[in-house]
């Protein structure tokens, strides 16, 4: 890990669980090594945040590439913020968002790092869990790696969509067991994506305690990586 990652996290850490108190629960299910993605319902802006600090390993997500940018003390707090928390920078504003988001994730898990991972896409508005996309099987059956499912409890209460400043609230973090992809190996292709993905939506679900949306979550024009449940 790097210094700045260290020193951020030793900073932010007791902070967040201070404000916060999180309750963490599953954190035996992350293996302590080797490539693995964590698949995560989605419920606020803080949740990119909420997943490292629960987790007992470094996870990097993907970040807008103007987050890397600006002029300034406020551009280089911010910058600094980000490249501190491993983010990976994606140009939303490219016509391979969506290729690019998958080639970087591979470069993650190919390394034996952590990479985390929205399959609903987007942000819930609602509060319900919508059908997971499949880029995260995808990602699974290329990189041959573990998923372990995430379901985030609260982080909703903490920074509301719309909300630019985080409020007081109780959050859990809770780490399911892995799925492994090998069993959907040998399958076609599409179905194998497909079925590994909503085997993993399912264990999110029984670990956020969402209502279910058969649908698939609408999303922002400008979602980098969104097609693919990045």
């Known amino acids: 890990m790097s210094i700045t990652y ?42 990119s945040f909420a997943i490292p600090i629960a987790s007992p390993r470094k996870v990097s997500f993907l970040a807008k590439s103007d987050y890397f940018s600006g002029e300034g003390v406020g551009g280089a707090i911010r910058r600094g913020f980000f490249e501190g928390a491993d983010a990976i920078p994606v140009d ?24 985390g991972i929205y399959p609903e896409g987007t942000r819930s508005r609602d509060g319900r869990l919508y059908r997971g996309r ?62 590994l993905t909503d085997e993993v939506m399912t264990a999110i679900a029984a670990l956020s305690g969402q209502e279910r949306a058969d649908a698939f979550n609408e999303l922002p024009p400008d979602s980098a990586g969104a097609a693919v449940g990045i």
């Open 134 to 195: 499949t880029g995260v099987a995808w990602l699974a059956l290329t990189a041959h790696v573990p998923i372990v499912p995430v379901g985030l409890i609260g982080t909703d209460e903490v920074q509301p969509i719309g909300s630019h400043f985080p409020r007081l609230a109780a959050v859990t973090v809770a780490f399911g067991r892995p799925i492994s992809p090998e069993p959907y190996a040998a399958m076609p292709a599409g179905q194998a994506r497909r079925q």
């Open 92 to 115: 939303r504003h490219s016509s391979r968002a969506a290729q690019e988001s998958l080639e970087a994730a591979l470069e993650v898990l190919a390394q034996g790092r952590a990479f």
């Open 6 to 47: 260290r020193v951020g996290r030793a900073a932010v850490v007791p902070l967040a669980k201070s404000f916060w108190r999180p309750t963490i629960v599953g954190r035996q299910n992350v293996p302590r090594s080797g490539g693995v993605i964590l698949a995560s319902n989605h419920l606020s802006f803080i949740d």
